[in-house]
């Protein structure tokens, strides 16, 4: 689980790109056909915004800096 509160406020319509790298998780790799599930959650009320179940297309290695 990754909680990074350092992307800041999103607004209606916006995005922001996390670097996993800089995230603080552990060295891991994704491969074609993994499962991520994404959250977004108002800080404040604890609310579920958003939830997306993703599939991983393409192999990712995460080696943190």
Do not use: C, F
Not at 33 to 49: A, K, M, N, Q, W
Not at 50 to 57: D, G, Q, S, T, Y
């Amino acid at each position: 689980m990754l909680n990074d509160t350092a992307l800041g406020t999103l607004e209606t319509g916006g995005y922001r790109a996390l670097a996993l790298n800089r995230s603080g998780l552990p060295a891991m790799e994704l491969v074609p056909g993994d499962p991520v599930t994404v959250r977004v959650v108002d800080l404040e009320s604890g609310g579920l915004i958003a939830k997306r179940e993703l599939e991983v297309k393409e192999k990712i290695i995460v080696v943190p800096e």
